[in-house]
């Protein structure tokens, strides 16, 4: 009976991993939508991207740590530049590095571009490096970075968080960045926000999966007035 029962279960297991998944709708009252990609969405077709008109700004995943870069950054970047969307590129923030050393690897992979978007920072918590004690260090490792970059870029950068992660840890260590935040079954509590991820369960033409989904808080104008 166990025997049949673990059969079963990896039966109906697999049977959920090939259902589709369901996209999530933007939430409405928003004009300027975007997404932000990694290696986990394969390869794009950057074309049907930039055609779909569902898309107006991007951020490509560049660097972890000191020393990984995401295998699709390249491609990435160059294909949203070539379609005309705005982008930019983000660091994830690992607390097992320092942050002016994983600011280093990052300017020495993202190329000074006219007119990108503020280079991001993510900090959330994970089972490797952001937990625990290491979290003391948070504050000093994001304005670490967040100094190094701005004095490169010429542009304050962004911080990426989730709004509980914001409200239970970041809010305290008074980091002077506009702020991206991760909230999916609400709008952030944080008031001051400008950039939104609504879901990670979006739905774009030429990627094949889920996306991230993205809201700007302003205006077509507004998000202009941001680029570098």
Not at 194 to 201: E, L, N, V
Request: contains cysteine; aromatic residues 10%.
């Amino acid at each position: 009976m166990r025997i049949l029962s673990v059969a079963l279960l990896f039966l109906l297991a697999g049977c959920e991993r090939r259902r589709p998944f369901r996209p999530v709708a933007p939430p409405e009252g928003y004009e300027v939508r975007g997404i932000d990609v990694s290696h986990h969405q394969g390869r794009i077709d950057w074309e049907r991207v930039g055609a779909s008109g569902d898309v107006r700004f991007v951020f490509v995943k560049a660097t972890e740590g000191t020393t990984h870069v995401d295998r699709r950054f390249r491609s990435n970047w160059r294909g949203a530049h070539d379609q005309g969307l705005r982008v930019g590129a983000y660091h994830y923030l690992s607390l097992c590095r320092t942050g002016a050393a994983q600011a280093q690897h990052f300017v020495k992979t993202v190329p000074v571009v006219q007119g990108m978007l503020p280079p991001v920072v993510d900090i959330e918590p994970d089972a490797r490096c952001n937990r625990g004690s290491r979290l003391a260090s948070m504050g000093t490792a994001v304005k670490e970075w967040v100094d190094v970059v701005e004095a490169h870029f010429g542009v304050r950068p962004i911080v990426y968080t989730s709004s509980s992660f914001q409200r239970t840890h970041l809010a305290r260590e008074g980091i002077a960045s506009s702020l991206w935040l991760a909230a999916y079954s609400r709008p952030p509590r944080h008031g001051d926000w400008a950039f939104w991820q609504y879901t990670d369960r979006g739905r774009v033409p030429g990627i094949d999966g889920p996306v991230d989904g993205n809201v700007f808080g302003g205006s077509h104008a507004a998000l202009e007035a941001l680029r570098r």
